[in-house]
């Protein structure tokens, strides 16, 4: 097996992780399009060698021959490394074990113990065991109480459990299932994922910003004259309408996607490059962000909307309305955009422009810093309008960094135009980044919580997010319709022209084509 796989190759301090692995919902969605490939790609990088086991468990029958036939088809699929030659597929597979259980049921739990103990014997492992969580949160707390009733969690080595998203509906039911869960296990045992934590862009803000002399002295209110923060896509719901439409884009990504990669932007430079002390300052973030106190101020800082029918690069496509497991009247926001104030010392004065979508235009996932002008008075500004300089990172699908300054035109005369330096990281890598879930079991495995949410962000995030759901209660007349494969409601875009400023055209998007929808609900 080789360490270096197109490039790849596991990081200085980085060593394999020797652990049983369990997937709780071993035959659902996630399993099959993140986790499985994930896997396999740890085990491809040289992360995995031989001292570790996979079981897969969840109510449908499946023989363990059958479970990793489902695990190569999901790699076929959906891996990064397809396993083309099928080489060591075998040595791979042979660690993958599938164990039918329903979570409620104790006794299984028992069994599960000793098809542990068992593996644990058979490939050297040191009592140390990972529970991942792909199921419905509502099963969170049994999942737990029954892991510690079964014995699971007496091993000689350590035991962490990885939480999938959402972590509750609101801040109380957040509060409730984290009670749950510290029944049974301590903080530094659960590992809450936000997989835009393990995206290789969103991880580089913090090195762009604390390792760059340019960037810091000028990372403040002084400089900056906002940033905004674009997670566009182009999928509809999907198969996830019944999850959905009870979410929404303000639980799907803004409570936490969103919220965090705020809190990379905005947060101070941690004491310590250590997990808490870089959630501290995070945290900070989160207790600095203002809460709108009534519906007034709900609407007049947050945008929803749901797209109808519409098309995206010509193709007809339903309006939410029509999704499977949607109901026909329907008034879940699809659509959020949201100017967010971060009251400290630091970003008074500078909002931070979030927006995310489904049905929109492009798949894109960009965070752009404008910066102030310089004063009028300086000889060039006189001469021509100045474009603002920005700094953008392009975290998906490209990966890189955006830098846009102004230039003398070339010529004898005055002119200025704005040049680009384009750092393109994916071009120069190639498409083949490690993916965020791996990074994630990655880490999980070896202790690291750093890109893990701490309780306290969560409740903070929480305590923000409920107050637009509450605004939003009193009436859905703030609803806009978008047809899908627009920019989405005009009104987010005359969020920002009301401060004046604009959405910079995000990676590949026309401006002269972009589409807002004035439409409003009748
Ligand atoms: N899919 C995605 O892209 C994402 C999913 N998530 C979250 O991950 C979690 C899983 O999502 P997803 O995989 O899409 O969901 P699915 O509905 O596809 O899968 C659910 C899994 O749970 C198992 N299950 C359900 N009830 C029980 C039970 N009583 N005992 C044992 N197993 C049970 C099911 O298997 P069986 O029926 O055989 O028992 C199935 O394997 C959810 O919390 C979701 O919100 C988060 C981000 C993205
Ligand atoms: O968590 C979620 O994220 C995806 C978008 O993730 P990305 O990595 O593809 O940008 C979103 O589609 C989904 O609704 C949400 O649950």
């Not at 699971?152 to 509750?168: A, C, D, M, N």
């Not at 997989?195 to 862009?201: A, F």
């Not at 752009?368 to 008075?377: D, G, I, L, Y």
């Not at 300089?389 to 010529?411: C, D, M, S, T």
């Amino acid at each position: 097996m080789s360490n270096q796989v197109n490039g790849h190759q596991p990081a200085a301090d980085s060593a394999s992780v020797s652990a049983v692995l369990y997937i709780f919902g071993a035959t659902g969605d996630l399993a099959k399009r993140k986790l499985f490939p994930a896997i396999y790609a740890l085990w491809r990088e040289g992360y995995l060698k031989g001292n570790f086991a996979v079981v897969g468990l969840a109510r449908r029958p499946r023989t363990d021959e059958q479970f990793r036939q489902d695990v190569y088809d999901s790699i076929r699929e959906f891996a990064r490394y397809k396993n083309e030659d099928g080489s060591e597929w075998a040595s791979f597979a042979d660690h993958f074990f599938y164990q039918s259980l329903d979570i409620h049921n104790l006794e299984g739990f028992r069994q599960l113990n000793e098809t542990t103990e068992r593996l644990e014997r058979q490939f050297d492992i040191p009592g140390n065991r990972l529970f991942y969580l792909a199921l419905a949160p509502e099963l969170f707390g049994t999942v737990s109480r029954n892991l510690r009733g079964g014995g699971l969690l007496e091993s000689s080595g350590w035991q962490r459990v990885v939480i999938e998203k959402p972590f509750g509906y609101d801040y109380e039911s957040a509060e409730r299932l984290n009670r749950e869960l510290g029944e049974v296990f301590r903080e530094e045992q659960i590992y809450r994922i936000d997989h835009y934590l393990g995206k290789e862009m969103v991880q580089n803000i913090e090195v762009v910003r604390f390792a760059n002399a340019f960037f810091e002295p000028l990372w403040n209110n002084k400089y900056i004259a906002n940033i905004q923060i674009t997670l566009s896509e182009t999928v509809g719901v999907e198969d996830r309408g019944g999850y959905y439409d009870h979410s929404g884009a303000l639980r799907d990504m803004a409570q936490n996607h969103m919220l965090q990669m705020v809190t990379m932007m905005a947060m101070e430079p941690p004491s310590r490059l250590n997990p808490e002390a870089i959630r501290d300052e995070k945290v900070k973030v989160l207790r600095s962000i203002r809460r709108y106190s009534n519906a007034d101020e709900v609407r007049a800082n947050v945008v929803r909307g749901q797209y109808t029918a519409g098309s995206l690069k010509g193709v007809p496509v339903n309006g939410y309305r029509d999704e499977p497991n949607v109901a026909p009247d329907s008034v879940t926001e699809t659509y959020f955009a949201a100017k967010v104030m971060v009251d400290n010392f630091r970003w008074a004065g500078v909002p931070f422009y979030i927006r995310t979508g489904k049905r929109l235009p492009t798949k894109t996932t960009e965070v752009v810093v404008e910066f102030k002008n310089v004063p009028e008075n300086v000889h060039f500004a006189r001469k021509t309008k100045l474009e603002p300089n920005l700094l953008v990172f392009r975290v998906n699908p490209l990966e890189g960094i955006y830098i846009k300054v102004n230039a003398k035109q070339p010529g004898s005369g005055w002119g200025i135009v704005p040049v680009a330096m384009d750092f393109c990281q994916s071009c120069q890598v190639g498409l083949n980044t490690p993916e965020a879930y791996e990074r994630l079991i990655y880490d999980a495995a070896r202790g690291d919580s750093t890109y893990f949410t701490r309780w306290d962000e969560v409740a903070l995030a929480w305590k923000f997010i409920d107050r637009i759901a509450d605004g939003w209660r009193e009436s859905h007349d703030d609803l806009y319709f978008y047809p899908a494969g627009s920019w989405g409601p005009e009104a987010g875009h005359e969020l920002l022209a009301r401060d004046g400023f604009r959405w910079w055209p995000v990676h590949g998007q026309d401006e002269g084509e972009v589409v807002w929808s004035a439409a409003r609900p009748t």
